[in-house]
């Protein structure tokens, strides 16, 4: 299991000192797109990232930085842990599962399909 604690508090930190609705990806100006914040109170656009746009190796970079928001990352993370906690209850309500679980993050689950029918008898 990941743990996303430095993730999440990164981006808050962020998320704490942009006050801002979502990243945006600016048009294509002078060869760059602009990756930016705009909290919409007059205080203009703040300047995330910079990416070339005649550089095809970067592919859609603009869109992914754009899209990966604090605000994003924040409410991932917080889906990530009500899942993590969904599943841990589940595991304590049925010990099969909990051994599913073992099987599968020792990596033995390539014949899960018959090892799932084979609890089922």
């Known amino acids: 299991m ?7 508090k990164l981006a808050k930190s962020v998320y704490e000192k942009l ?3 979502k ?11 602009y990756v930016y ?6 205080m203009g656009r703040q300047h995330i990232a910079t990416i070339p746009a005649n550089q ?3 592919g859609d970079l603009q869109k992914f930085i754009a899209a990966a928001d604090p605000q994003t990352i924040i409410g991932l993370v917080e889906e990530l842990n009500e899942l993590e906690k969904a599943v841990y209850e589940l595991q304590m309500n ?3 599962l909990d051994f599913i679980s073992q099987i599968r993050n020792a990596g033995l689950h390539a014949e899960w399909n018959e090892l799932l029918d084979k609890l089922k008898e």
């Open 2 to 8: 990941t743990d996303y604690t430095e993730l999440e």
């Open 19 to 21: 006050t801002y609705d």
């Open 23 to 33: 990243w945006h990806v600016g048009e294509n100006v002078f060869g760059n797109y």
């Open 37 to 42: 914040a705009d909290n919409y109170k007059g």
């Open 56 to 58: 095809s190796y970067f």
């Open 94 to 96: 049925d010990p099969h």
